[in-house]
């Protein structure tokens, strides 16, 4: 086509998976072809366990009624509203008015665009945590913002280092980032570190976002950041269905927190789509109404991967937290002896070179972590989204490969 795309999209690329998941998939069919099984990919954190099966039933109860199939409140239903508000007092101590504080959104990810173009200008600056999730910084670009990158480092703990962002130049940053527990490092979230967020926020007129989805995965103390006092004063936070639910492909997210900057959102999500399909907002009001044994169990499973996800750790020589929270374990090679015996070509990462090579000797992707900032350059990730039998085969086979 002649017509000249938009500048926008000249400062970013295709998401990484996007990409890489068609490469996995031809690799499949070539090994297929031969005989060979499918590639194990331990890569993208996409739950592969069923939602909860009352959840299923609303869903096909109501998708089948007369009145489900129209367009909805842009608002979403007050009673999925009310679901959420109910959610939150539940688990994280926290008051929500469920007329005004809360935004049904098409996921979590969906939020981050729409937070970022109902707040930042050209120009504005946008503290990004590194490593953290790229899609952070993509939609900071569409934007047109002037992205701020902030370290996380592991002597700290993956927090952030409030000293070195109290000597950077902070004038004109409108918004930052926060996720936790944290992807890909899996730090968790303290009642602390909320405080220190809530007022660096306030201290210096900045909006702080916090991704808050990982909260339920191995993790015995769910914590919001809008329990702290004052928090909505500076603060939003995203949610969803995805993790803790097993309900990743329903897209159901929300954000919370102030009513004026939950009407400054809604501003502009209301010019994107029509609102979610009904039967999907009833069977997430059910979902959200689970008790804590639904998470016991979730977490029970988790555990048993987590595991299994650590022993491939060791044997890549990764160093990792073998009590990290969320979705994925993540591991530093720097310090491996197993990288002796690799070659890494020019414009690759170690990591980058391990993970290509255990791809296409071991038919096994796991994550190599330079596409989360430079900070994950030394690090791969391993997703947890993976039956025990097929983490113990993915273990096998790279133990078969490294042991050549």
């Known amino acids: ?12 690329q295709e998401y990484y998976f996007s990409r890489k998941n068609r490469e996995i998939d031809a690799l499949s069919q070539a090994r297929l072809a031969r005989g060979e099984d499918r590639i194990i990919n331990l890569g993208i954190g996409s739950p592969d366990g069923t939602p909860p099966a009352s959840a299923l039933s609303i869903l096909a109860e109501t998708a089948v009624k007369p009145g489900c199939h129209g367009y909805q409140n842009y608002k979403g239903l007050p009673v999925l509203r009310e679901a959420f508000a109910k959610w939150y007092g539940r688990y994280y101590g926290v008051e929500l008015d469920p007329d005004k504080e809360i935004q049904p959104l098409t996921g979590s990810k969906e939020g981050i665009l729409l937070i ?14 590194d490593p953290g999730y790229p899609t952070y910084t993509s939609a900071s670009r ?23 962002l109290e000597a950077m130049d ?21 009642p602390e570190l909320y405080a220190r967020l809530v007022e660096f926020g306030r201290k210096h007129n900045i909006l702080i976002v916090n991704d808050n989805p990982y909260s339920f995965i191995l993790n015995d103390q769910p914590l919001s950041i809008l329990a702290v006092p004052g928090a909505k004063e500076t603060c939003l936070e995203m949610n969803s269905l995805s993790k803790a639910h097993n309900m990743a492909g329903w897209r159901i997210g929300m954000v919370a927190g102030d009513a004026d900057a939950i009407s400054q959102i ?23 109404g689970q008790g804590p044994e639904w998470f016991t169990e979730l977490n029970k499973e988790y555990k048993a991967r987590r595991a299994v996800a650590s ?15 969320g979705l994925f374990v993540w591991g530093d090679i720097s310090a491996s002896p197993v990288m002796e015996g690799i070659s890494v070509p020019e414009g690759m990462t170690p990591a980058e070179a391990l993970s290509e090579k255990i791809l296409h000797e071991a038919g096994v992707f796991i994550t190599p972590g330079f596409i989360f900032g430079r900070n994950g350059t030394n690090f791969v990730r391993i997703s947890l ?3 025990v039998p097929v983490l113990e085969d993915a273990e096998r086979k790279i133990r078969a490969v490294l042991n050549k």
């Open 1 to 12: 086509m002649n017509i000249r795309p938009a500048n926008r999209t000249l400062s970013v």
């Open 116 to 129: 970022s173009m109902a707040y930042v200008n050209p120009g504005d600056k946008v503290l990004v945590p």
């Open 142 to 164: 569409m934007v047109d913002a002037q992205i701020i990158k902030y370290d996380l480092l592991p002597e700290n703990g993956w927090k952030p280092d409030f000293d070195a």
């Open 170 to 190: 902070l004038t004109g940053v409108k918004l930052m980032w926060t996720n936790y527990p944290g992807m890909p490092t899996g730090a968790k979230a303290t």
């Open 266 to 288: 809604l501003k502009v999500k209301s010019q994107m789509d029509s609102g979610m399909f009904k039967p999907l907002q009833l069977a997430a009001v059910e979902a959200l």
């Open 311 to 325: 022993r491939i750790m060791d044997l890549v020589g990764a160093k990792h937290d073998r009590d990290s929270a």
């Open 385 to 387: 989204c993976a039956p």
